[in-house]
């Protein structure tokens, strides 16, 4: 089994804003972090309109790395979500049963 990153509860995080001139999105909100397991330096960034929508961006990865969340999982889309865990969600099933859930509209929600 592969192995999966995931942040210890509270993981030191540090963040930051840049105002980039000269572009269409100019705020870039970025947080950065060890991870424990790897010691390697990881890093998220997204560009905003606003000062303030930068800020809201850090103090969401802020709040989802206090409880634990990956911070690069944190804004994750559903069909992402659903295809990282349906394999989990589905384990112990006999193929028959795991096709007929495939089959149904809930997991073609999540893009399976």
């Not at 999105?25 to 998220?44: E, I, Q």
Request: charged share 25%.
């Amino acid at each position: 089994m592969p192995y999966i990153e995931q942040l210890p509860i509270a993981v030191p995080l540090s963040a930051d804003i840049e105002h980039r001139a000269n572009r269409p999105v100019p705020y870039r909100a970025r947080v950065r972090w060890t991870d424990p397991h790897t010691g390697k330096r990881r890093s998220l960034s997204e560009a905003r309109a606003t000062a303030e929508e930068a800020q809201e961006c850090i103090d969401a990865l802020l709040a989802a790395a206090l409880r634990g969340i990956d911070p690069t999982r944190s804004n994750q889309s559903l069909a992402d979500f659903g295809n990282a865990n349906m394999p989990l969600a589905l384990r112990g099933l006999e193929a028959k049963t795991t096709r007929a859930v495939a089959s149904s509209g809930v997991v073609r929600l999540v893009g399976l």
